[in-house]
């Protein structure tokens, strides 16, 4: 029960952090936050750690901790579970693994909103409605300033996830942190593949 609820909410996880790839974040600046995530009515905290095209957070969930890996450049996802030391990975569903505002605009609408302060950066705020209605649709702040979206709401057929981060410090990362663990196995997880919008 407690696995089907970790897989559950790593999956929900790697939801938004494919929509992070609807940015072109390849130089992002380095920096730390912590993070605020919600979905299916409830609200988990953690830490995100951000260097160039990689991006390391951390949930406390009510599964247990989760450790999310992503390469926003490849699209690739590792999923960690610390408590057994193991990690599954899958990739982003195609409508996420997009790079530049001209590959985005062959599966979607992207419009400027205008222009709103989240928790102290400027940001451009803009609304993505996929061509495919059944994806549903995004909105996201991107900071100019880091490069990078600080806010992100997801409206999709399985209700609303939200993922927005605080107290936002800059400053140089270790490579290790997005890196796995050399003790870490491997699991394939059936019927695991592209994550569902």
């Known amino acids: 029960m407690m696995k089907r609820m970790f897989f559950g ?37 953690g830490k995100v750690y951000i260097k160039g095209n990689k991006m390391r957070m951390e949930m406390e969930t009510p599964a247990g901790k989760s450790v999310n890996l992503m390469d926003t450049e490849t699209g690739l996802m590792q999923m960690l579970h610390p408590a ?28 400027p909103v205008g222009t709103e302060k989240v928790n102290g950066h400027k940001c451009d705020k803009y609304k993505i409605i996929y061509h495919d209605r059944s994806l549903g649709k995004t909105t996201q702040w991107f900071s100019k300033r880091l490069n990078y979206p600080i806010k992100t709401v997801y409206e999709g057929p399985h209700g609303e996830m939200v ?16 890196k796995i663990p050399s003790d ?14």
């Not at 919600?38 to 905290?45: C, H, S």
């Not at 993922?163 to 997005?178: A, Q, R, T, V």
């Open 9 to 45: 909410w790593m999956t929900g996880t790697a939801v938004l952090c494919a929509l992070v790839l609807f940015s072109n974040v390849a130089s992002a600046a380095e920096f730390s936050a912590d993070i605020i995530q919600k979905q299916v009515g409830v609200t988990t905290k």
């Open 84 to 111: 057994q030391k193991m990690y599954f990975e899958m990739q982003a569903p195609e409508t996420g693994v997009v790079q530049t505002d001209e590959a985005l605009a062959k599966i979607a609408d992207k419009k």
């Open 163 to 178: 993922m927005e981060f605080k107290n936002i410090k800059e400053g140089k990362l270790d490579s290790s942190l997005f």
């Open 184 to 197: 870490y196995h491997q699991m394939k997880m059936p019927g695991m593949g592209r994550p569902s919008y």
